[in-house]
């Protein structure tokens, strides 16, 4: 599996690599996990706005993903 970070989720995770236990089974279970790793990741990954995408499209944190997805937490973006 493959887990990306963007915007300042990417600076929140410092380039750190995670290996998810395998009892885990949907994209909420993972970013939980995630989010228990470290209290500013944690927080950042519960910020309003921030989208999750499994094998490039936008998905629901219900969604079950598998070993070989690639996952990807997007903070919001800014701008005009």
Same mark, same amino acid.
């Given at each position: 599996?493959?887990?990306?970070?963007?915007?300042? #989720? +990417?600076?929140? =995770?410092?380039?750190?690599?995670? *290996? !998810? @236990?395998?009892?885990?089974?949907?994209?909420?279970?993972?970013? $939980?996990?995630?989010? &228990?790793? $470290? $209290?500013? #990741? %944690?927080?950042?990954? /519960? &910020? +309003?706005?921030?989208?999750? =995408? #499994?094998?490039?499209?936008?998905?629901? @944190?219900? /969604?079950?993903?598998? !070993?070989? $997805?690639?996952? *990807?937490?997007?903070? !919001?973006?800014?701008? %005009?």
């Amino acid at each position: 599996m493959n887990i990306l970070f963007f915007g300042r #989720l +990417k600076d929140i =995770a410092r380039g750190r690599t995670f *290996a !998810p @236990p395998v009892h885990l089974r949907t994209l909420g279970e993972l970013r $939980d996990w995630l989010a &228990a790793s $470290d $209290d500013l #990741l %944690g927080d950042a990954l /519960r &910020a +309003k706005g921030v989208k999750i =995408a #499994l094998n490039q499209e936008i998905a629901d @944190p219900s /969604r079950a993903y598998s !070993p070989s $997805d690639e996952i *990807a937490f997007m903070s !919001p973006l800014s701008g %005009g």
